[in-house]
C-alpha cells in the first residue's frame, strides 16, 4: 500500500472484543527430519487407493460445473455402514453428518447448541479446539476438572455441570493431549448431570476410538437424543488433508445443524475422495494395527527408560515428568525430533510414527537422559 507508513494489526481494526490479544490456533510446523507432532498418521495412502481417488475425482470433475449433493447422501450412506459395520451398533443415513473435519462438525454443533449466552465445558487438559471454537462461536467457555492421572473425576465434573448449567459438554474420548479414554459410566453419569441441569448437549469426541483397546461409545447415543459423537477421518483412514469429519446422533440432531451449515458445504472433490478412501477401510484399518502395536512399543519403551508415561488409548502418547517440559521440547528438537508440548506442566507428547521415526524418537530420549544422569 502507497504511504503505509504505519503498521496495522489486528488490533487496529474493528473485531470483535473477545479476540483481541489472542493467538489463532497451530502447532509449530519445523522442518526437521522426524515430525512427531500433530498425531497424524505417518502412513501416505496406498498406491491402489490414490488411483482409485483419481478416478472417483476424474467423475466428479465432470460435472463441477453443478454444485455437490447438499445432502452428501451416498457419502453419509457409507459413513453409517462403516460405523454399524465397526462398532456393532447399527446407524443408517439419517444418524450421520459429515462437514469438513470434525473440527468443523462441532462447530455446527456449536452454532446449533451454543453461541452467545450460551456457554460450553470441557474437562482439561483436552483438545484445545473446543475452547477455540466455542469463542469463535460466541459461546463462554468453561474449563472443567481433570484427576492427577487425567481422567475424570465424575464427582467434580457433575458438580461443575449442577454449578454451570452449560449448554453443550464435551467428552474426548481417547482424550487429546493425555490419550486416556472415558468409561461408559462416566459418560452416562456427565449425561444425567447435565440433563437434570438444563438439558444440554454431550458430545463425545472419538477422533482417535480406532486406535482404543475398548470399544466405541457410539451405542451410547440409543434412547439420548441429546448425545452426539463425533469422528474424523484424519487419523485412522490417514487422510489428513481431506478434511472429512462426521457425527452419529440421533435424527433429530441431524436436522438440527442443517439450520447453520452453509449451503453446498462438503465439495464434491471431497466427497468422491471420501468415497474412495471408505472403499479401503480394510487396508487403512490394516495400518491402524501397525501403529497401535507402535503406541504400546513406545509405552513400553519409555517407561524402560524411565519416564513417566499415561495410559494411552490413542495414537500419541504423554510422557514426563520434566520441571521444565519446554526446555526437553527444545533438547528433543535439537536432536532432529519435533514433539508437541502442549503447555501441560510437566508433560509432553509424541505421536506414534513408523518404526523407523519412533526409534529416532527413542534415541533422542535415551541420548537425553543418559546425559542427565551422567
Ligand atoms: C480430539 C480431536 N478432535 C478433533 C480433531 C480435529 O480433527 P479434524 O481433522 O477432523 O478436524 C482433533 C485433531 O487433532 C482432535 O485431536
Redesign the pocket.
Known amino acids: 500500500m502507497e504511504g503505509a507508513a504505519v503498521t496495522i494489526g489486528i488490533d487496529d481494526l474493528p473485531i470483535r472484543d473477545e479476540l483481541r490479544g489472542k493467538s489463532p490456533y497451530g502447532a509449530p510446523q519445523l522442518d526437521v527430519p522426524v515430525r512427531l507432532n500433530?498425531?497424524e498418521n505417518p502412513y501416505p495412502l496406498p498406491e491402489p487407493l490414490v488411483e482409485r481417488i483419481a478416478e472417483r475425482v476424474r467423475d466428479a470433475a465432470r460435472t463441477l460445473n453443478r454444485y455437490p449433493d447438499r445432502d452428501a447422501v451416498e457419502l453419509r450412506t457409507e459413513l453409517a455402514a462403516y460405523l454399524t459395520r465397526t462398532t456393532g451398533y447399527e446407524v443408517g443415513l439419517a444418524n450421520v453428518w459429515a462437514a469438513?473435519?470434525?473440527?468443523?462438525?462441532?462447530q455446527q454443533l456449536l452454532q446449533t447448541f451454543a453461541g452467545p449466552g450460551r456457554i460450553a465445558i470441557g474437562f482439561e487438559p483436552?483438545?484445545s479446539?473446543?475452547g477455540l471454537i466455542s469463542r469463535g462461536t460466541g459461546t463462554g467457555w468453561i474449563s472443567g476438572p481433570r484427576k492427577g492421572d487425567f481422567t475424570i473425576d465424575v464427582a467434580s465434573a457433575t458438580a461443575a455441570i449442577a454449578t454451570h448449567r452449560p449448554d453443550v459438554v464435551f467428552i474426548?474420548s481417547?482424550?487429546?493431549?493425555t490419550g486416556t479414554a472415558v468409561e461408559a459410566d462416566t459418560v452416562l453419569a456427565l449425561y444425567e448431570a447435565a440433563q437434570a441441569a438444563k438439558p444440554s448437549l454431550v458430545v463425545v469426541?472419538e477422533?482417535?476410538v480406532e486406535f482404543s483397546h475398548r470399544p466405541s461409545l457410539l451405542p451410547l447415543i440409543e434412547g439420548r437424543p441429546n448425545l452426539v459423537v463425533?469422528?474424523?477421518?484424519?487419523?485412522a483412514f490417514g487422510a489428513?488433508g481431506l478434511?472429512?469429519?462426521y457425527l452419529a446422533a440421533h435424527p433429530a440432531v441431524v436436522d438440527a445443524v442443517q439450520l447453520v451449515r452453509l449451503p453446498y458445504h462438503l465439495s464434491a472433490v471431497t466427497q468422491a475422495t471420501a468415497l474412495a478412501a471408505l472403499e479401503h477401510t480394510d487396508t487403512l484399518l490394516g495400518y491402524v494395527e501397525q501403529l497401535k502395536a507402535e503406541r504400546d512399543r513406545l509405552v513400553a519403551e519409555l517407561r524402560a527408560i524411565g519416564y513417566e508415561v499415561t495410559e494411552s488409548d490413542a495414537n500419541f502418547v504423554q510422557f514426563g515428568r520434566f520441571e521444565d517440559a519446554h526446555a526437553v521440547w527444545q533438547q528433543i528438537l535439537d536432536r532432529g525430533v519435533l514433539v508437541r508440548d502442549n503447555g501441560v506442566p510437566g508433560w509432553l507428547r509424541v505421536t506414534a510414527g513408523t518404526p523407523e521415526e519412533n526409534d529416532a524418537f527413542l534415541d533422542a530420549v535415551r541420548a537425553l537422559k543418559k546425559e542427565q544422569s551422567s
Not at 481417547?174 to 493431549?177: G, I, K, L, S, T
Not at 463425533?230 to 487419523?235: F, I
Open positions: 500433530t498425531n469438513n473435519g470434525s473440527n468443523e462438525v462441532i483436552s483438545y479446539m473446543h474426548t481417547p482424550n487429546n493431549p469426541d477422533a482417535y463425533s469422528r474424523t477421518m484424519s487419523k489428513a478434511r472429512l469429519g
